[in-house]
């Protein structure tokens, strides 16, 4: 039987299949067809793609280049040569709603986070490809998407854009992505390469990490993305990385990118990343939203060493290279994106089997899913009355017909940071799985004890709380914010059937865990998301979301209590110490404190029970494979997530997840997983050496339904080994 989540991703990549046939094959050798473009260009040409603009109105530019839509950035074309322009538009969650100024309408995916929570790549592939079909019919062939930073600061603002805290996960779910977007002729990036962990000072933060802790943990998921999507852009992050800017990093750019993973397309910096015309020799290859930088570096400035300079002569060949290369490897020449109505209904199955696939039950007593003769059901706060909750900056999105509600953030025209809910109202979702029967009120939670008052005379309290986050800012601390926290206390106070749904960009703390029935963290669910969320209580849908982050007891548990440069106010002395966890981000450092979580990474609850069977695990070379049965032992339907982790490697105790299964059973079936290694995850970064290093030894591996819930256990042993370069 087909679930109502599965039935929702059919029906996104069926109509995706149709699209995709209409499509024109991508062309051969993109590497010669640059190559022929870059040795046409006059010296003046040779400039033109390496430096881009800034595209939509605001007090930096009132009205974008004539002919470019409404973006975040263009690169006008080179019509001699039929070189296309570049309309760039954010980002991963969909076509951005650059302030409101988009007339037309895009498909709003849930957060990255609950993409993530899905751990499923079918999900990642469906929604991304709907939205670079929306970007094609805005006329965009670019899409600033491909959030792929980890989540070393759990405060940081646009944690919500991006896929949690473990490299496997991050980059297998962002190279997916990229690849579904890529596959309808849009040009990805991957971004904010790299360590660009917090938005406190986000332009002027010195991130400090040792290289090998950063090559097996942050780098480790760039470098997966890459592969696994082959990304026509990598977009350079804002801070300093060990010393210089990200963009101006030769260490970064050169010698990690295009040298060692052999990198064919190019760098183009973050808006108001670039700080020099070198940075060209450190491997930048695009001055991006030039409006941005204290000057237009690769401009003029840039233009005067071709042909007097060798070095830049050779780089200017080799940025254009690059960009005409990604344009061309992606289909852009023969493909260009047709401005037109975007295929709405296509979208929103994709957006609502995303949601529904990620959100993560926290907690059940059983309460869950809802009875459908509850009479009184009483939906509180969370704005439930209007739509769901949405993260702010560059990537916020504006569905059809515009969001449910916008609250400004500032007094200026121009704000970017709105807190904006989707349209979707969960209260009238649930009232209508609730049955005719049913009396479903709301109240806003303005007044707990009001709230507490209505409640105790309910069947069943639905909370709703949101934690509206954005880029441009973190959040002070992991509480809900304004009154929500007494609000649910009074509430589970007064009745303990009380059931709370969190819409929040990343982990919150819960002081009022143990007085409620059940917790379900929707993240910010997207434009399906009230559909979703009802879907799961009613028990239509079967949570099957895994976290894809850890939800700490307090700060005190994790590796930095305090914010750094939260409250300095010299931006320019701002460091922060990576090497405090190094690559133990998230649940490693939790496993090598021997701290006990509020939830761990992995963790999440199904309406049925899963049983892990008869782990092998063999080893052959550099590679190890994990196998193992999972059975459904409950009474429904339900998708599960055994994750397989390496505990100890020689003598080295410490946890990895080294890969994960999906699956689908019926009551009662059983199915056979096999999980093989990347040897990369199993290794170590020897520095001097310049290379991969398999301590030898035994391996110590277990089967868990979540980071600290190992079911099975089994070890093999493995010789050392250099991986190959
Ligand atoms: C963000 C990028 C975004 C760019 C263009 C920057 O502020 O960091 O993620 O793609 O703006 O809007």
């Not at 441009?472 to 304004?482: A, C, E, F, Q, T």
Request: net charge neutral; with cysteine; charged share 20%.
């Amino acid at each position: 039987m087909l679930s109502l989540q599965r039935l929702y991703l059919t029906i996104a990549l069926m109509a995706l299949a149709s699209a995709a046939s209409a499509q024109t094959p991508k062309p051969i050798d993109p590497d010669k067809r640059a190559a022929a473009l870059v040795k046409q260009m006059t010296p003046e040409e040779r400039n033109l793609l390496l430096h881009g603009y800034f595209s939509r109105p605001n007090k930096l530019r009132a009205t974008p280049l004539p002919g470019a839509p409404w973006a975040a950035g263009y690169t006008p074309g080179i019509a001699r040569l039929g070189i296309p322009a570049l309309a760039e538009t954010d980002a991963s969650l969909g076509v951005a709603w650059i302030n409101g100024k988009r007339a037309q309408p895009a498909t709003a995916l849930p957060s990255s986070l609950s993409l993530a929570s899905s751990w499923d790549v079918k999900i990642a592939y469906a929604g991304s490809a709907a939205i670079a079909q929306d970007a094609r019919a805005s006329g965009m062939n670019v899409l600033l998407a491909g959030g792929t930073n980890l989540t070393r600061e759990l405060r940081n603002g646009r944690n919500f854009e991006y896929l949690g805290e473990d490299p496997l996960l991050s980059g297998v779910m962002a190279g997916e992505t990229i690849r579904a977007i890529q596959d309808q002729h849009v040009l990805s990036t991957v971004k904010h390469y790299a360590l660009n962990a917090q938005e406190t000072w986000q332009n002027n933060i010195a991130v400090d990490i040792a290289e090998a802790a950063a090559r097996e943990s942050d780098l480790l998921a760039f470098e997966i993305a890459i592969e696994r999507g082959n990304p026509g852009a990598v977009m350079c992050a804002y801070n300093h990385f060990n010393g210089p800017y990200s963009c101006g990093s030769d260490m970064l750019l050169n010698q990690v990118l295009k040298q060692d993973w052999k990198y064919p397309g190019f760098v183009m910096s973050d808006w108001g990343a670039n700080h020099a015309t070198a940075d060209a020799l450190a491997g930048l290859d695009r001055e991006s939203g030039q409006e941005f930088d204290s000057q237009v570096y690769f401009g003029a400035p840039l233009a005067a060493l071709d042909g007097k300079d060798a070095a830049y002569t050779a780089r200017i060949t080799d940025m254009n290279q690059r960009i005409l290369r990604s344009m061309a490897a992606v289909g852009l020449f023969e493909d260009p994106p047709k401005v037109g109505a975007p295929d709405i209904a296509r979208g929103e199955a994709a957006a609502r089997a995303e949601a529904a696939a990620g959100t993560v039950l926290l907690k059940n007593n059983g309460v869950l899913p809802l009875a459908k003769g509850a009479k009184k059901i009483l939906v509180v706060g969370g704005y439930a009355n209007i739509g769901v909750m949405s993260g702010g900056g560059s990537s916020q999105v504006a569905p059809a017909g515009g969001p449910a509600l916008s609250i400004p953030t500032t007094y200026a025209a121009d704000d970017w940071m709105a807190t904006v809910l989707h349209p979707g109202a969960p209260a009238k979702a649930i009232a209508a799985r609730a049955g005719a029967a049913a009396r479903v009120t709301f109240d806003n939670g303005q007044y707990p004890a009001f709230a507490a008052t209505k409640a105790k005379d309910a069947d069943i309290v639905i909370v709703f709380a949101t934690q509206w986050t954005s880029e441009g800012m973190d959040v002070p601390d992991l509480s809900l914010p304004g009154n929500q926290n007494e609000l649910i206390a009074a509430i589970a106070a007064a009745n303990p059937r009380t059931v709370v749904v969190l819409e929040t960009g990343g982990p919150v703390t819960m002081p009022w865990l143990d007085k409620t029935a059940a917790v379900l963290e929707a993240w910010y669910p997207g434009i399906k998301g009230a559909e979703a969320i009802a879907d799961i209580l009613f028990g239509d849908v079967n949570p099957s979301g895994h976290l894809p982050i850890t939800f700490p007891a307090s700060l005190d548990q994790t590796p930095r209590p305090n914010l750094d440069g939260l409250y300095d106010t010299d931006p320019g002395k701002l460091r922060v110490n990576y090497d405090i966890e190094g690559s133990d981000v998230g649940y490693r450092w939790y496993a090598r404190k021997s701290l006990t979580p509020l939830f761990a990474f992995g963790h999440g609850l199904s309406y049925t029970t899963f049983r892990y069977d008869d782990l092998i695990l063999r080893s052959e070379g550099n590679v190890l494979r994990a196998t193992f049965t999972v059975t459904n032992t409950g009474t429904r339907q339900g998708r599960d997530t055994p994750q397989v982790y390496v505990t100890a490697r020689g003598k080295m105790k410490g946890q990895r997840l080294i890969g994960w299964g999906n699956v689908d059973l019926a009551p009662g079936a059983s199915q056979k997983i096999t999980v093989e290694a990347d040897p990369r995850l199993l290794a170590d970064w020897l520095t001097p050496r310049h290379r991969w290093l398999l301590p030898a030894g035994r391996y110590d591996v277990t089967v868990n339904s979540s980071a600290v819930s190992p079911q099975l256990n089994a070890s093999t042993a493995l010789e050392t080994r250099l991986l190959p370069p």
